[in-house]
């Protein structure tokens, strides 16, 4: 089995052409382990190539409303008109309370909503 880094797109495309044909490959199996091994190359080169930068709450809050259809009335309904306006605009940071209803009625986890992030200035 010869298997080299990935190092480069087409490196990365080869990979993928190969994962595909060896996709559901038993485990244990000769073709199984490149599969594992691939899979793991890939995973490593897509991590380095293209970093997803963790979000900020008011990301997280704005990726919720578009994933899943939500507006700024039903945010303002959620922890109240003037807060909504302000959080979004990043003038006022999120309160516990807050955090708290937007993570148990949107699903946004938590961990993501109690991070410190940069609010407007003036």
Known sequence: MHIHPIRTDTDHEGALREIEALWGAEEGTEAGDRL???????????????PIEPLDPVEAIETAMQMNGYTRAELAMLIGQPRATEVLARKRALTLPMIRKIASRWRVPEKVLVQEYALAKG
């Open 36 to 50: 594992d091994v691939l899979v793991t190359l890939v995973e490593a080169y897509e991590s380095r190539r293209w």
